[in-house]
């Protein structure tokens, strides 16, 4: 190793922001090297990642459909991540909302009330809530690991879901599909303009955001998490409870992963069926970090994977490219990124010395 | 076979896939280190294992360079986390994630295609036992290495420098340093060897046990592996006992199935996801004991500045 890596004495204000940034152009080159490797065209596929999601109206809007549940889940996960809990089940989160939502329009199947939608928001959000809460309580009780919990409550709610439109709730005129009904207009959000699927369920995440804003940044409240989560003991000294971080943590992020997956079932997709996640739940660990657990550089990085995303289906059919691509490049960004924050704290010093080597070059 | 006999072999065979990964992820906490991508390496090996095996017949090489990627993806992760110092759950995350994706760009035009399925090996006249013999005796080759590498892992933790150094490293890098042992090498190599085991451990999956590529087929057996090794309290006897019982549920499904029994197939498919929660919760509980047991500075970084 011809440098080590020395603490700052301040963090570096400046590669705050130049990490995503560097991260963003790393992962687009070693992306684009690997794209080249597999003989697919690069020039094509880069034009549809970044440009075409820009190039009509609507567009523009389907970026937004995605940038509203990646905002939402990936701002609840952010306060967790801040306090040191560990919770990659939003997906899971995500589709107990979106089911427990459903609930409403599959029992209700001829009712027009007006009553339908604000009972889908409830039943989605206390939904995902429940399922967070069981990864909670276990930790608090029984201090079992809340990673391997709730990712395992994931593919628990994931085969829940696949029962659930197998079986009992499987639209009957289906022709077999796993799907539900199609929803009725008094169950789904209205759309914000004629002919798009961006809809009004569009304000949530805006609302979301601004409510973890202030909570964070000017409420005492944001405080109790981050000590809980950095340093257990002085937590405990200072009369706050790292339990009461745990749970504050997972049921805020099951609330937004269940509004979530609400809002899908009740907009873009109107029915309940196997893909009703995206992925969402996985991707907005990313935007969470991208975003340096910030409710304001949240914003920007959900907005960016939106733009991945909507550019990863364009590329799906202008350059035949699979969507798992969209992930690895997903995959890179954050490795990209986790690497590149560490020269926030960190400073690179050129090892004078040659005889030394890295391993030993701090033993004196 | 009698379908004892069937589920019984079968639990052996299912529950290498999960011994391989968690000897490898053991190797590399007892130094330190928390990779929580193995679901990831895993899939990719299986993916390329899989393509090395139906291109040329040859399930060793097929074997080999699903090693080989596996320990390439533990590389990057080695050098985020610990050259890079980032934080080692969330690097986790991310190198699994880009290997999942990578795994379906891979074997993006090997969907569903299958190669021809491997004999075990038989061993002679134990293999004519009644009920122990297909049991215990015709296994494939695989299995037998498997079971043995955990003892000689076991072995080496406990008994050898090696296992000194590794085990000092993951107690208290800085005293390890300080006593002379290459700290940073050594997190690597513990590192790039669970690479290495979850690279055969998705060739095994993908190669061996079921014979055929299928994007998602890990389908969360890295992830068991990883609560496995807290299971068995970073200990190989109680990991490869803990091995044995998922393989033994995994199969619930399929023993389930042809006795024609009514569950739902998603409740049998949930089983495995089931009692990992709640084996986890009860091992779990005693937290005075998990913390004796597990590498005190597993998942911290190690910066190379002296104590702290």
């Known amino acids: 190793m011809p440098f080590k890596l020395q603490r700052r004495e301040h963090a570096s204000r400046l590669m705050l922001i130049a990490a995503p940034l560097s991260a963003v152009v790393l992962s687009t080159i070693v992306c684009s090297g690997l794209l080249f490797i597999l003989n697919k065209p690069v020039g094509q596929t880069l034009y549809s990642f970044f440009i075409a999601p820009f190039e009509n109206f609507y567009s523009i809007t389907e970026v937004f459909l995605k940038f509203g549940p990646l905002l939402l889940i990936a701002q609840a996960l952010a306060v967790g991540f801040r306090a040191k809990v560990w919770n990659i089940g939003a997906e899971g989160q995500m589709i107990v909302g979106a089911i427990a939502a459903s609930s409403v329009p599959v029992y209700f199947v001829d009712s027009t009330s007006d009553w339908l939608l604000p009972a889908m928001i409830i039943l989605g959000a206390l939904g995902g809530m429940a399922w967070a809460a069981i990864a909670a309580f276990l930790k608090t009780r029984f201090n079992a690991n809340e990673i391997l919990v709730t990712l395992m409550l994931t593919s628990i709610a994931l085969q829940l879901l696949y029962y659930l439109l197998l079986g009992p709730w499987k639209d009957p005129m289906g022709f077999n599909f796993p799907q539900t009904v199609m929803f009725q207009n008094e169950a789904l959000f209205e759309p914000l303009f004629s002919g798009v699927r961006l809809n009004t369920s569009i304000a949530i995440p805006i609302i979301f955001t601004i409510v973890i804003w202030l909570f964070m940044e000017r409420h005492f409240g944001g405080f109790k998490l981050v000590v809980g989560g950095l340093a257990p003991q002085a937590a405990t000294y200072a009369g706050f409870s790292a339990k009461k971080a745990v749970w504050v943590s997972l049921l805020l992020a099951g609330f937004a992963a269940g509004l979530a997956g609400m809002s899908e079932v009740a907009g873009p997709i109107g029915q309940l069926q196997r893909s009703v996640t995206s992925g969402y739940g996985y991707s907005a660990i990313i935007v969470a970090y991208l975003g340096a657990l910030n409710p304001l550089g949240i914003v920007f990085a959900a907005f960016f994977l939106a733009v991945l995303q909507i550019g990863g289906d364009v590329a799906l059919v202008s350059a035949n490219l699979p969507i798992s691509a969209v992930h690895v490049f997903q995959g890179l960004l954050l490795i990209f990124y986790l690497a590149v924050y560490t020269l926030v704290h960190y400073q690179f010093k050129p090892i004078r010395s040659a005889s030394l080597s890295a391993t030993s070059d701090h033993v004196t | ?308």
């Open chain 2, 1 to 308: 076979m009698s379908t004892l006999e069937f589920f019984l072999a079968g639990t052996f065979s299912a529950a290498t896939i999960f011994l391989l990964a968690a000897l490898g992820e053991l190797v590399a906490e007892k130094s330190g280190v928390l990779n929580l991508s193995v679901e990831g390496m895993m899939a990719v090996s299986a993916a390329i294992g899989f393509l090395v095996t139906y291109e040329t017949g040859n399930h060793l090489l097929g074997f080999a360079v699903a090693g080989v990627a596996g320990v390439l993806i533990s590389l990057v992760f080695a050098l985020t986390t610990i050259t890079f110092l980032a934080n080692q759950v969330a690097s986790g995350l991310a190198v699994g994630i880009l290997g999942l994706g990578l795994s379906a760009l891979i074997g993006r035009d090997y969907e569903s295609l299958t190669i021809p399925s491997t004999d075990g090996i038989q061993i002679p006249v134990l293999s004519e036992i009644p009920l122990i013999g297909p049991v215990l005796f015709q296994q494939n080759l695989v299995v037998y290495m498997t079971f043995l590498l955990a003892i000689i892992i076991g072995y080496t933790l406990k008994h050898t420098r090696l296992g000194l150094a590794i085990r000092s490293t993951g107690e208290n890098p800085h005293a390890a340093q300080a006593l002379g042992f290459p700290v940073f090498l050594i997190r690597y190599g513990c590192v790039a060897f669970g690479g290495l085991l979850a690279g055969f451990a998705g060739a095994y999956a993908s190669t061996i046990y079921t014979p055929l590529w299928a994007d998602g087929m890990i389908a969360g057996r890295g992830w068991i592996a990883v609560a496995l090794v807290v299971f068995g309290t970073w200990k190989t006897g109680r990991i490869a006992f803990g091995a044995l019982l998922f393989g033994m549920v995994s199969l619930g499904e399929l023993i389930a199935q042809s006795m024609g029994a009514s569950i739902p197939s998603q409740l049998l498919s949930s089983l495995p996801y089931i009692v990992t929660i709640v084996v986890l919760a009860i091992i779990s509980t005693d937290k005075a004991r998990m913390r004796l047991h597990s590498p005190f500075s597993l998942g911290e970084t190690f910066d190379g500045t002296e104590g702290r």
